[in-house]
């Protein structure tokens, strides 16, 4: 069965630095993956996303990420954090015949000054 | 503009009580989407709709229940049998069900935060 972990459940990162989420997924052939973004209270909102192709995926608001089918992995970067991304990151994968997108747990970020 | 609209977006109720919260969606999307969200699990699928008068189980169905009269509409009525209601409910909607690069693009409304007391 297709599965997402995310293994940091809080990070906390100083505004300007680097950052990377980690997401590890399982499943037998080449996924479709996703990162969502969710403000506190609000509903979720894409980042980007890989079918194919390049396997590094920009998307919003200064983010990329990159799959490596040889770590069953889809980290989400950004080189420099700002304040207003403190909230929380799902990554999720969808495959299979029943076509469902399965989340992670979660990775809450905090922005220090 | 288009998008999804989950309404109320607080909601208290009584032990014992059946509520029902609304999703409607001006996306034409065909596929609609229901998710539980509660603090360290992530999003658990309750009910999917790929089309009009047609749903399926998700992951975390007992307990709850839902319709598809129209497309743009995806009422899920939580009931009584949900031995743990209070969470965050977050209705979603995409262009298919089916496997294609547009079809798996989900769109989220803001949630619906139901509280039994």
């Known amino acids: 069965a297709q599965s997402v972990t995310q293994p940091d459940i809080h990070i906390t990162v100083s505004e300007g630095a680097s950052l990377e989420l980690r997401c590890n997924y399982s499943y037998g052939a080449t996924p479709y993956l996703f990162w969502y973004v969710q403000s506190p209270g609000q509903g979720l909102q894409l980042l980007l996303k890989?079918?194919?192709?390049?396997?590094l995926v920009q998307g919003i608001k200064g983010f990329e990420a990159e799959f490596k089918r040889s770590q069953s992995s889809f980290n989400l970067r950004k080189p420099s954090v700002h304040w207003s991304d403190a909230a929380e990151y799902f990554c999720a994968v969808r495959g299979g015949a029943t076509n469902k997108l399965i989340f992670g747990t979660g990775t809450l970020l905090a922005v220090q000054p | 503009d288009g998008g999804i609209t989950q309404s109320p977006k607080y909601l208290f109720r009584k032990e014992g009580q059946n509520v029902t919260l609304s999703c409607e969606q001006n996306l034409n999307h065909d596929a609609m989407y229901w998710y539980r969200q509660d603090p360290g699990q992530g999003l658990r699928l309750i009910y999917y709709s790929q089309i009009v008068n047609d749903f399926q189980k998700g992951d975390i169905a007992e307990g709850y229940s839902v319709s598809r009269e129209k497309k743009e509409s995806f009422p899920l009525t939580v009931t009584s049998a949900q031995k743990n209601p209070t969470a965050f409910y977050l209705c979603?909607?995409?262009?298919?069900?089916?496997?294609?690069?547009?079809?798996?693009?989900?769109?989220f409304g803001a949630g619906s935060r139901l509280t039994v007391l």
């Open positions: 979603a909607s995409s262009i298919g069900g089916g496997r294609g690069s547009g079809a798996n693009v989900l769109t």
């Open positions: 890989y079918f194919s192709g390049d396997t």
